[in-house]
C-alpha cells in the first residue's frame, strides 16, 4: 500500500452512494461523519451529483439525518462558476441546479451561447435538447461536462448519468468537452485548497471505482472504495484500478486503524 493509513488528516467524501441510496441513508454513516468531527479529522463532501444545486443537496441531507454545511458540499458547479461567470451558457442540466449558475454570475441562454454545459438531465435528455446542444457545439460553443459519470445507483436500479450524453456530444461534433467535476484536477484541487491538506494525508471514500477511486489515485490520494451504492465487483476487477481499501460501508471506517 502506497499510503501509511496512520498519517491520515483528511477525508474527501462522495455523497451519493455512500451517505444514501435513493431516499435511504447509509446504516451508520450519520454516526460516522460525527466521528471524523470529533476525531478532529477535517472533511469535505465531493459530489459528481449535477441534478440539484448546492443548497438542495443539504437540503436533502439534513431531511436524511445529516446535518452538514452547505459550505461543505463541493459539486460540479461550484468548481466551475469562475470559469461561467459572465458567459453565456446553454444548460442541459436537470432540477433546480441552474441556480448555481445564476448564484455564480452566468447568463443562461438558448442561443449565441460561450459553453454548452451538461450535468445530469435525466428526463430532460430530450431529443430536442441534445440537438439543441449539438447545433451550439458545431456554431462554436465548448462543450463543459460537469461530470462524465457512466452511472449511478437510483433507488430501483442503476440510473444512466451524464456521461453517456457527453460521450453523444463528442461523437457527435469531434470536440473534447472539460470534464470539471471528478476525477479533474481542477475540481480536486478545489477540495485540496478547502482542506487545507495535501493529497498523501488524505482519503476519499467513494463507490464509484474510476471517478472517485481512479481519480483520487490519480491525485495522489488513498482510495477507499465502499460497497454501497452503485459498487459492482465485475465493475472493479475490469477497471484496473486499485482500491487502497475496500470496505462494506463508510461505517466499517473505524473498523480499521487510522
Ligand atoms: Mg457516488
Not at 449535477?50 to 443548497?55: A, D, I, V
Not at 456554431?139 to 449511478?152: C, H, P, Q
Not at 460521450?167 to 468537452?177: M, Q
Request: glycine share 12%; hydrophobic share 40%.
Amino acid at each position: 500500500m502506497r499510503h501509511e493509513i496512520a498519517g491520515l488528516k483528511s477525508f474527501l467524501i462522495d455523497i451519493d452512494g455512500v451517505l444514501y441510496v435513493g431516499d435511504k441513508p447509509i446504516e451508520g454513516a450519520r454516526e460516522c461523519i460525527e466521528t471524523f468531527g470529533e476525531r478532529g479529522y477535517r472533511y469535505r463532501f465531493v459530489s459528481n451529483t449535477t441534478g440539484r444545486c448546492r443548497g438542495s443537496i443539504a437540503e436533502k441531507l439534513r431531511g436524511l439525518g445529516f446535518e452538514i454545511p452547505e459550505e461543505y458540499i463541493l459539486t460540479p458547479p461550484i468548481a466551475d462558476l469562475g470559469q461561467v461567470r459572465q458567459k453565456r451558457c446553454f444548460l442541459l442540466t436537470g432540477g433546480d441546479v441552474y441556480r448555481d449558475f445564476e448564484i455564480g454570475g452566468a447568463t443562461i441562454a438558448d442561443y449565441d451561447v460561450d459553453y454548452v454545459v451538461i450535468g445530469d438531465a435525466g428526463e430532460k435528455f430530450t431529443f430536442e435538447r441534445l440537438n439543441r446542444a449539438f447545433r451550439l457545439v458545431m456554431d462554436g460553443a465548448e462543450i463543459i461536462a460537469l461530470e462524465k459519470d457512466r452511472y449511478w445507483m437510483g433507488s430501483d436500479g442503476l440510473m444512466l448519468s451524464a456521461g453517456p450524453f457527453v460521450a453523444a456530444l463528442e461523437y457527435a461534433t469531434g470536440k473534447d468537452a472539460e470534464v470539471v467535476g471528478k476525477p479533474s484536477k481542477k475540481f480536486f484541487e478545489l477540495a485540496f485548497r478547502e482542506l487545507g491538506t495535501a493529497p498523501d494525508e488524505t482519503a476519499m471514500i467513494g463507490d464509484d471505482i474510476f471517478t472517485d477511486i481512479g481519480g483520487a489515485k490519480r491525485r495522489g490520494m488513498m482510495g477507499i472504495l465502499v460497497r454501497t451504492g452503485k459498487y459492482r465487483e465485475d465493475a472493479v476487477k475490469n477497471s484496473e484500478i486499485n482500491p487502497d481499501l475496500v470496505i462494506d460501508s463508510i461505517s466499517h471506517i473505524f473498523e480499521i486503524k487510522i
